[in-house]
């Protein structure tokens, strides 16, 4: 049997595959579509049911699960399946109502979260989200069946699903370059519907019998308590995401394809590190707190939070200053000019002065979450997104879609501050094993940026007609070994002690 450590490991590697699949997706369609009119209104077509519907959806799949277990426990698998099959069709009822009425009242929704689209965006939005409604039937009941699979150890083969999701979207994307773009927002509904179809007959190799029965009030009266708290929070986060991508609705063409393409590129720094670590050292912080040993407990979130500062801080610095180049690398090809470029690298380096908080509140969040304080975690988002709403507005009269992604980054090192000093107020853990060892880290990051950044500007003068991923892979290679030679230098443990946080029993 795979300890949780491998189970963990395993998981990342696939979600990782997953992810690339995913930015591979988001390059294809930056080559074949740019940064224009039909990439505002692709995205927005699918940020607005998210924005309503995910967080319903997954709160009420993470409150599903204990109640299920509850079930499954004291009346045994029937009654599980029944209680699962009246969730499932309040969720079809509920969310089948919603398809229709997003469907006919398109134009009036776009009205309402992109107010500054005019004309042809904002008919191709409308169309497109007409499709966008009719995958919501799909998703909800994807969203309750994954929790179900969790709950009997079925973890891998979702995350493979997630893969089909993928080569079909990409699939359509590529068929839309070379028919009509109305065909392109097609990808997405297909996609949902194969997923569910998976999914479904996943959950019926696991147990799960379908019945067509409804008991709407006895199972709102027990699903509701759990959802309602767990969807506040969620909603905080959603709402985050999309003030970005509503204002910059009003700003000039391209604004809200840079910002998510900008977003995206940070996502995928996370995934690749940050996001594996913490998913394997999850399990043994909630482990130690179920034990209360303390002495653990703060050696795992010690040891964390340096590593994740190591790792976090050189990637922060070196997107704000190669924000360029690495636009230029992954995105610019094809119909994604040096105008969106530009956009979007300019967006990315605002972005990524919050990407070391980004990665620090995975963990902090994870500490909150282990001792099972939901409601702390809700109140900082909310607090967060007020002040991303206000620096937003102040922000983007001067800087345009810029002024947006500085909010956020601001909001998510103001999220980082309250998780903090919730923990260091409310706990005995100590999250900071030594200060001097976060400035060692610091320095050894900063010296190992700017000496590679000086020796890339020399390369660049020397060779200026050559591949611009030939230069900087070169120089990352550079500051990678002056950055692991000075935390050597200066005696950071971490290094060589990964392979324990993953590993130790």
């Keep these: 049997m795979k300890t949780i450590a491998q189970t963990a490991v395993l998981m990342s590697i696939l979600t990782l595959g997953s992810k690339l699949l995913g930015f591979l997706r988001e390059m294809v369609m930056a080559g074949l579509f740019g940064a224009n009119y039909i990439t505002d209104a692709y995205v927005m077509a699918q940020t607005i049911p998210s924005i309503i519907f995910a967080g319903i959806f997954g709160s009420i799949a993470i409150?599903?699960?204990?109640?299920?277990?509850?079930?499954?426990?004291?009346?045994?698998?029937?009654?599980?399946?029944?209680?699962?099959?009246?969730?499932?069709?309040?969720?079809?009822?509920?969310?089948?109502?919603?398809?229709?009425?997003?469907?006919?009242?398109?134009?009036?929704?776009?009205?309402?979260?992109?107010?500054?689209?005019?004309?042809?965006?904002?008919?191709?939005?409308?169309?497109?989200?007409?499709?966008?409604?009719?995958?919501?039937v799909f998703s909800s009941v994807a969203s309750i069946l994954d929790s179900y699979l969790q709950y009997k150890n079925v973890f891998l083969q979702q995350i493979?699903?997630?893969?089909?999701?993928?080569?079909?979207?990409?699939?359509?994307?590529?068929?839309?370059?070379?028919?009509?773009?109305?065909?392109?927002?097609?990808?997405?509904?297909?996609?949902?519907?194969?997923?569910?179809?998976?999914?479904?007959?996943?959950?019926?190799?696991?147990e799960y019998k379908y019945y067509f029965k409804f008991n709407i009030k006895e199972t709102l009266k027990v699903i509701l308590p759990l959802t309602i708290p767990v969807f506040i929070g969620s909603s905080f986060t959603q709402i985050n995401m999309f003030v970005d991508k509503s204002l910059a609705s009003g700003l000039k063409e391209g604004s809200v394809a840079a910002l998510n393409y900008a977003t995206l590129l940070n996502t995928m720094v996370l995934a690749l590190s940050v996001s594996i670590l913490t998913t394997i050292v999850y399990p043994k912080i909630t482990q130690a707190y179920s034990l209360n040993d303390n002495q653990k407990l703060n050696s795992i979130i010690q040891r964390s939070f340096t590593v994740i500062y190591m790792i976090a801080l050189p990637f922060s610095m070196g997107a704000i200053l190669y924000s360029k180049e690495i636009v230029q690398i992954v995105f610019e090809r094809g119909a994604f000019n040096s105008n969106a470029t530009y956009l979007t690298e300019t967006a990315y380096m605002y972005y990524s002065i919050g990407l070391l908080f980004m990665a620090i509140n995975e963990l902090l969040i994870r500490i909150y979450y282990s001792k099972q304080d939901m409601k702390s975690p809700m109140l900082f988002s909310a607090v967060c997104v007020f002040i991303n709403i206000i620096l937003s507005l102040i922000f983007i009269k001067s800087m345009g879609h810029n002024g947006l992604a500085l909010a956020t980054s601001i909001a998510t090192i103001s999220n980082s501050v309250l998780l903090y000093l919730g923990i260091k107020k409310h706990t005995s853990i100590n999250i900071i094993q030594s200060k001097i060892k976060i400035f060692k880290i610091t320095v050894a990051a900063t010296l190992s940026i700017i000496i590679s950044y000086i020796v890339y500007l020399f390369i660049n003068s020397l060779f200026v007609d050559k591949i611009i991923i030939l230069k900087l892979g070169l120089t990352i290679i550079l500051a990678i070994i002056i950055y692991l030679i000075l935390l050597k230098i200066l005696n950071i443990k971490e290094i060589t002690n990964i392979k324990q946080i993953i590993f130790k029993q």
């Excluded at 426990?73 to 919603?98: C, P, V």
């Excluded at 392109?184 to 569910?196: E, N, Q, S, V, W």
Aim: aromatic share 16%.
């Design 160 to 206: 493979i699903i997630g893969y089909a999701q993928n080569i079909i979207i990409i699939g359509v994307i590529i068929i839309s370059a070379y028919t009509t773009y109305y065909f392109l927002i097609f990808g997405l509904l297909i996609g949902y519907i194969i997923r569910a179809i998976l999914i479904w007959l996943l959950a019926n190799r696991k």
């Design 63 to 136: 409150a599903y699960m204990p109640l299920y277990s509850k079930k499954i426990e004291k009346e045994g698998n029937n009654s599980a399946n029944l209680f699962t099959s009246q969730i499932l069709n309040i969720l079809l009822i509920t969310s089948i109502f919603s398809s229709v009425l997003g469907i006919f009242f398109s134009n009036a929704i776009v009205g309402i979260f992109a107010r500054g689209f005019q004309g042809e965006v904002a008919q191709l939005t409308s169309f497109y989200i007409k499709v966008t409604f009719s995958y919501v």
